[in-house]
């Protein structure tokens, strides 16, 4: 029977895996999924077998976790030289494993780290990558995979496939698919891979890091609380942080708030800023330009609060409120304020 | 200091038209303008110039021929000179394609010490050509750049990730690409708009001691559009309109069991 061999990127931070490398394990695991059988197993006989390889470079505390998620095998990449990302490293060391393993997928997360290697490899691979998919499907008849992304703003979705190439490349989108759950019952192979270390030389050198403050980062919050020139004012955005800060959510923004200076450009949702997937994107006094649509209309709920009974943002909502923000964000947050003393016991 | 910038001809993405046949965008009849994200490459570029002269600038674009209306812009921001990719060969290029004739085009026209481009162009939105021409160069690349300091032969620079900044150095030469977050981008003066509407425009057309026949456009492109269509929204837009006091009160308690149904509070 035919295997199908599907190589993903994994990345760490401070030793530990990301979340995004496990979903990624979910997205090669779903990748023989048909639209019948969606969401349920996919064992069926005459599948193809998949073969699930996690490169992971950089010493991680836990490699085995990625086997417990749905990797059948880690080639684990422990050099110094790894601990951060230097792009000539990465690639030098991802041609050597795709020209030992010949996978006929590899897929990354389009994170920073994703978005950067990945065109970085596939040019001397000569081969095609598509960005930032929101689906996969691998079709058995033909070998192809279907990569689907959203294109034009959002507006429209395209299907993408490689025509040539021996490996079929594609980022996928962060936080679209659950990540896995861990099942230590399952094998762990892992193997360190070391290579020659003049092989690993890179003009770039990695200084320092500095961490944005816990609350800032937006690429793993739930819920996320976004605001918007209906603020009127930066003193009124610390009703969103504190909206915020209620609900354990992550701070957002539209152009506009972020270019009056209420708050700084990593929180920018849009076009030109973030493209977010939360399970609740929440917002407020957010007309819903098409530019900060493209950066959140992916999330799994929305939420909005607007005065305007005919804001766009409404037309993408699952539940919106029309009304106004200053009489309806202090009443919320004291609500749910109370909620919180009353179940005190629920919190710890 | 030889810098180059990378620019896109973009449609304004308020009225994008598809062709639902070729998967490709429609261009005509849309008004088209520089990438957005571009300017901050081209604002960077201009500070480098101002702080370690001698340096010229040449922006070099793949596009249509009125592409040329969005280099002349960029000239009147303060650069130098700029190059024209452009023919039907080219056209249809996906990023593979692109960033292959971009590369070749920067190989034969000069050795620059900075190539930069912007994080993503607004139509394609893939963030891959700058890493890609980088490959195709073998230079090192830095991306999401958001501060540049060049000393000797080195740039260091601060990258923007998920979780923090990143501080790295490289050696030159390297190409970035940048975040907005570098700061707002200058406008054209008079004096550069003056200078734009005289400066000659230098084009590259397709040339077999450049590109061999098969290598641009569709043709050379090893990603094709399958499939185009519509995405299906699945909200279920309830949208209330409180009308007094209480419904507010009301609506703010659904508002909270929508969320807690979802995410546990
Ligand atoms: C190339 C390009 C890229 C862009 N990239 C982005 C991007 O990445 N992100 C982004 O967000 N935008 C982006 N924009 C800008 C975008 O087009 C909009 O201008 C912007 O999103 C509008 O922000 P806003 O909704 O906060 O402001 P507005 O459109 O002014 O909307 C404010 C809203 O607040 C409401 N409001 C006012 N008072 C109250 C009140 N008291 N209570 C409740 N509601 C109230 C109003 O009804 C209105 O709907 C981009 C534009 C371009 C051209
Ligand atoms: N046709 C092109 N001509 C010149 N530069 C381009 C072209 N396409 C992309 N770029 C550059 O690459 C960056 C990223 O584009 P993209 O990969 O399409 O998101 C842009 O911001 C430009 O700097």
Redesign the pocket.
């Known amino acids: 029977m035919k295997k199908i061999k599907v190589l993903t990127l994994a990345e760490t931070s401070d030793g530990e895996i990301v979340s995004e490398s496990f979903e990624l394990l979910a997205w090669a695991r779903s990748l023989l999924e048909t639209e019948e059988s969606e969401g349920e197993s996919s064992a069926s006989s005459e599948k193809p077998q998949l073969e699930v390889i996690s490169i992971l470079p950089g010493k991680a505390h836990h490699p085995e976790e990625l086997c417990y998620r749905g990797a059948d095998r880690v080639i684990h990449l422990v050099q110094d030289e790894f601990q951060h990302f230097l792009p000539e490293v990465y690639r030098y060391a991802l041609l050597e494993i795709i020209e030992r393993e010949k996978p006929d997928v590899f897929l990354a997360s389009a994170t920073t780290t994703g978005r950067t290697i990945m065109p970085y490899l596939a040019s001397k691979l000569r081969t095609g990558l598509t960005a930032d998919c929101t689906k996969l499907r691998y079709d058995i008849e033909t070998g192809k995979l279907l990569q689907t992304r959203p294109a034009v703003g959002g507006n429209v979705m395209a299907t993408i496939k490689t025509v040539f190439g021996n490996v079929q490349m594609a980022t996928v989108r962060p936080n679209s698919m659950r990540t896995p759950d861990s099942d230590s019952s399952r094998m762990v192979q892992i193997e360190s891979l070391e290579f020659p270390p003049e092989k690993l030389r890179s003009k770039v050198r990695f200084l320092k890091r500095e961490d944005f403050d816990k609350g800032e980062s937006l690429h793993d919050a739930r819920i996320i609380v976004s ?6 004012k930066a003193e009124n955005f610390k009703l969103i942080e504190e909206l915020a800060k209620h609900l354990g959510a992550g701070v957002g ?6 270019d009056r200076g209420w708050i700084t450009y990593p929180h ?6 973030k493209t977010v997937t939360p399970e609740i994107y929440i ?10 649509l ?2 959140m209309q992916s999330a799994e709920s929305i939420i909005s ?4 009974p005919d ?3 409404f037309s993408v909502s699952d539940f919106g409120i029309v ?4 009489e ?1 964000l202090p009443r919320l947050i004291e609500k749910l304020k109370e909620r919180k003393k009353r179940a005190p016991e629920a919190e710890r | 200091m030889k810098l180059a910038v990378l620019i896109k001809h973009v449609p ?3 009225n994008l038209k598809i062709d639902e046949k070729k998967g490709t965008v429609v261009r005509k009849g849309v008004e088209s303008i520089i990438n ?2 571009d300017l901050y490459a081209i604002e960077e570029a201009l500070r480098i110039k101002e702080k370690h002269p001698p340096a010229s600038i040449t922006l070099v674009s793949m596009g249509p021929p009125d592409a040329e209306k969005s280099l002349r812009e960029a000239i009147a921001m303060g650069c130098d000179s700029a190059i024209l990719i452009t023919g039907r060969e080219f056209s249809g290029s996906d990023t593979y394609a692109t960033s292959l004739v971009l590369s070749r085009v920067l190989k034969k026209t000069g050795n620059y010490d900075i190539i930069l481009c912007g994080e993503r162009a ?1 139509d394609g939105d893939t963030s891959q050509v700058g890493p890609a021409v980088a490959s195709f160069l073998d230079l090192p690349v830095l991306t999401y750049v958001s501060r540049v300091e060049l000393s000797d032969n080195e740039v260091e620079v601060d990258r923007i990730v998920e979780e923090g900044i990143e501080t790295y150095s490289a050696s030159l030469p390297v190409l970035l690409t940048i975040s907005k977050a570098i700061g707002v981008p200058r406008l054209p003066t008079l004096k550069g708009k003056k200078r734009a509407k005289s400066a000659s425009i230098k084009y590259v057309h397709f040339d077999k001691s450049l590109f061999s026949p098969g290598e641009t456009g569709l043709e050379g492109s090893p990603t094709m559009v399958v499939k185009l269509f519509r995405p299906v929204v699945k909200r279920k837009s309830v949208i209330l309109k409180p009308r007094n006091e209480k419904e507010i009160d009301e609506s703010i308690e659904r508002l909270i069991d929508f969320i807690s149904e979802r995410v546990e509070l």
Do not use: C, M, Y
């Not at chain 1, 923004?253 to 972020?258: G, N, T």
């Not at chain 1, 917002?283 to 900060?292: F, K, Y």
């Not at chain 1, 609060?305 to 305007?308: K, M, P």
């Open positions: 605001g918007g020139k209906g603020l009127k923004a539209s152009r506009e708030a972020v920018q949702v849009g076009l030109s800023g917002a407020i006094g957010i007309s819903g330009a098409i530019q900060h493209a950066g609060i607007n005065i305007d804001a766009q943002i009304g106004d923000l200053f309806i | 304004e993405t308020d957005p994200l607004t």
